[in-house]
């Protein structure tokens, strides 16, 4: 049984730092391609950022290439997900998500998610 757990979500002021990580189970986690989403409250999920299966390359979304460094340990089946300089639209739940095929920003073509972690970002 596949399973992706998030941890690392909590309230942060606004400027502040989270780091997310995904702990994945039940899956040859170094030949998944894997990436981070979010989904804020009346929004569509959204890709945040990804990462290959060696993690020699990454992909943001526009405007988080900076604030956010997205990482992967295939020794400890972990990806992690940086986060700097939050702001008030950065709330959301962040799930990690996991796909066989090469890097996609959609979500329909993740396989597997985790159940979330909720990021508060305050002012």
């Known amino acids: 049984q596949v399973q992706l757990v998030e941890t690392g979500g909590g309230l942060v002021q606004a400027g502040g730092s989270l780091r997310l990580s995904c702990a994945a189970s039940g899956l040859t986690f170094s030949t998944w391609t894997m990436a981070w989403f979010r989904q804020a409250p009346g929004k569509e999920r959204e890709f945040v950022a990804g990462?290959?299966?060696?993690?020699?390359?990454?992909t943001y979304a526009d405007g988080l290439n900076g604030p956010c460094t997205i990482s992967r340990d295939n020794a400890k089946n972990t990806t992690t997900l940086q986060m700097n300089f939050l702001k008030l639209e950065d709330t959301a739940v962040y799930y990690c998500?996991?796909?066989?095929?090469?890097?996609?920003?959609?979500?329909?073509?993740?396989?597997?998610w985790g159940r979330g972690t909720q990021v508060t970002v305050s002012s």
């Open positions: 998500a996991a796909t066989a095929f090469v890097m996609s920003i959609t979500a329909d073509q993740y396989s597997y």
């Open positions: 990462i290959t299966r060696r993690g020699d390359s990454t």
